[in-house]
């Protein structure tokens, strides 16, 4: 039996929210546009570009763990869970564990709603004895799941090194939420990217091809429709670096010239040069992601990694 939930929060409410989110932060003194706002349609379909990109290694290398090392990463993980996947968007990395992990029940959790029904819906017909339920939420703030969600054995499933995006002292509070979420048998598969060096990190956010460029300002566009403005997109360019003493690439918008960017109820002056925060990626080591999976109620139980020490996946039960 399959069935699809489509779960969202209140769309007037949430969309409220989301206005004054953004408008807050093209006011702030160091303008910000949070990096969850990356992925309108267009967007996840650029990221699953980037993805492909020789330059962008953590997708491919975490992959080559997970083949590498399936069949003990199943074996730790346990068949018949409840899958929660986070930030699902194609939900192609789960559907890769569905043959070893085979769980009951299967849950995307996605912020980009048409993208993750439409995975979901696809997969229905290729897994027909999982019950399956994709949920449009964004989920930065605390998941909330629908009561179709088994309570029972969550497994919560975060790949792609996604929490990286929140700054260390948000990841420890997102981990602990989700401790809450699991009981005493569920347990936690999370992907996190590790420190390396520089020059690989700044080749992956800024590739020969522009597609990461093009994923950043597209930004600028799904602003425009959520609250109106009048970004101009060839105005600006795409900066990235790695901040060393916070151990995270990060991007940023530039103005190219001087341009006044208005929206519904407000506006904002930019001087030339000026940036736009739009993404912290925050790596991690061995040591850091231990050391917060145990602060948050979380045990360690293995960590898998590349040959190279690349990229790690963790996992960790209550
Ligand atoms: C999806 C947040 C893991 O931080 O590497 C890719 C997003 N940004 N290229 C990352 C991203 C620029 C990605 N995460």
């Not at 930030?87 to 085979?102: D, E, I, M, Q, S």
């Amino acid at each position: 039996m399959t069935e699809t939930t489509i779960a969202k929060t209140l769309p007037a409410a949430a969309s409220q929210e989301a206005q004054a989110e953004l408008i807050a932060g093209l006011r702030a003194p160091l303008p910000y546009i949070s990096p969850k706002f990356l992925y309108d349609s267009l967007g996840s379909k650029l990221f699953e570009a980037i993805c492909e990109l020789p330059e962008y290694y953590p997708t491919r290398t975490e992959a080559a763990i997970f083949s590498r090392h399936g069949e003990h990463i199943a074996e730790a993980c346990g068949t018949g869970a409840t899958l929660v996947d986070l930030g699902a968007g194609n939900c192609a990395k789960a559907a890769r564990l569905f043959p070893t992990v085979r769980p009951s029940q299967y849950v995307a959790v996605d912020i980009s709603s048409e993208f993750v029904q439409g995975a979901v819906a696809q997969l229905r017909h290729r897994f027909n004895d999982i019950d399956m339920h994709a949920v449009a939420q964004d989920f930065s703030a605390g998941l909330v799941l629908p009561d179709t969600v088994r309570a029972h054995r969550r497994l919560f499933f975060y790949p792609g090194s996604s929490l990286g995006n929140f700054r260390p002292d948000e990841a420890r509070d997102f981990l602990a939420h989700l401790r809450t979420q699991c009981d005493a048998h569920g347990g936690l598969l999370i992907g996190v990217d590790l420190i390396k060096e520089t020059a690989a990190l700044a080749d992956a956010y800024d590739d020969a091809l522009g597609v990461t460029a093009a994923f950043n300002l597209n930004i600028l566009r799904h602003v425009n429709r959520l609250i109106g403005a009048n970004f101009d997109v060839s105005g600006w360019r795409h900066r990235s670096f790695y901040n060393a003493g916070h151990q995270r690439v990060e991007m940023h918008l530039e103005a190219r010239e001087d341009v006044t960017v208005r929206w519904r109820g407000g506006m904002r002056y930019f001087v030339r040069g000026q940036s736009i925060h739009t993404e912290n990626s925050h790596k991690y080591t061995r040591g850091t992601i231990a050391d917060m999976l145990e602060r948050t109620g979380w045990r360690l139980d293995h960590v898998w990694t590349d040959p190279d020490e690349w990229f790690a996946v963790v996992y960790a039960r209550p």
